[in-house]
């Protein structure tokens, strides 16, 4: 398997600008996560989904952040408007619901909002 | 409010020596523990799991500690390598079993040849 694939790798945006960052998680795998990573917070959930609906998405900073899994193989985070405080890596992770929920992370998106 | 504490930001071993990492959780009863290992520009990638009822679990030259009364756990590497050298993370699951787990802030393990 390929693992988890997350798209783009780095990204540099003007701030106001739309982000729209991509997850394709590991086949077979029900449950998908996003989490952000800063030195400052360390590594913070935002949302999961369960067999592609939302479960919880108490982490989401604000109304500017949005998640969707229109299917089991594909994930989206968007940031809109972003903001230079939203900079940070944007990890994506994806785990079997019958085990005991190993995350497989993907390698992150950098983004740098300027 | 939620809070898991990861030792020391960072920590420097001789090699050859047992690294010992420690994570303490408020304010939690999780249902598994999980720690993970960081390398720069890379995500994180699964170690170990222990379980609300296990005390202690192995794997090769790693060997983590579970106490709920104390809300710690205690992660060492025997005869520790340069290769080890990384950022160690733990990771709970608060869900009670449903896998919403959040992470510690991390140690970074610099073992000095």
């Known amino acids: 398997d390929a693992g988890v694939i997350q798209s783009p790798r780095h990204e540099v945006t003007e701030m106001g600008q739309e982000v729209t960052l991509r997850c394709k998680p590991i086949?077979?795998?029900?449950?998908l996560f996003w989490y952000r990573q800063t030195m400052m917070r360390g590594l913070e959930l935002l949302i999961y989904f369960n067999n592609n609906v939302p479960i919880d998405d108490s982490g989401m900073p604000e109304d500017r952040f949005s998640a969707k899994m229109p299917n089991a193989s594909f994930s989206t985070l968007k940031i809109q408007p972003s903001e230079p405080r939203d900079s940070a890596v944007y990890f994506c992770a994806s785990t079997r619901g019958l085990d005991t929920g190993e995350l497989f992370f993907g390698e992150g998106s950098r983004l740098t909002v300027l | 409010s939620q809070k898991i504490e990861q030792n020391s930001e960072a920590l420097n071993i001789q090699e050859g020596k047992t690294a010992t990492l420690t994570c303490n959780y408020t304010?939690?009863?999780?249902?598994?523990l999980q720690w993970y290992r960081q390398d720069p520009g890379r995500g994180p990638v699964f170690l170990l799991l222990?379980?609300?009822?296990?005390k202690e679990k192995r794997k090769e030259r790693l060997k983590v500690t579970f106490d709920t009364t104390l809300k710690q756990s205690l992660f060492h590497i025997t005869a520790s390598q340069p290769a080890d050298s990384a950022t160690y993370l733990c990771a709970l699951d608060i869900g009670g079993g449903t896998y919403k787990y959040i992470f510690g802030t991390g140690t970074r393990l610099k073992v000095l040849a």
């Open positions: 222990i379980r609300e009822n296990e």
């Open positions: 086949s077979g795998h029900d449950y």
């Open positions: 304010n939690y009863s999780p249902a598994y």
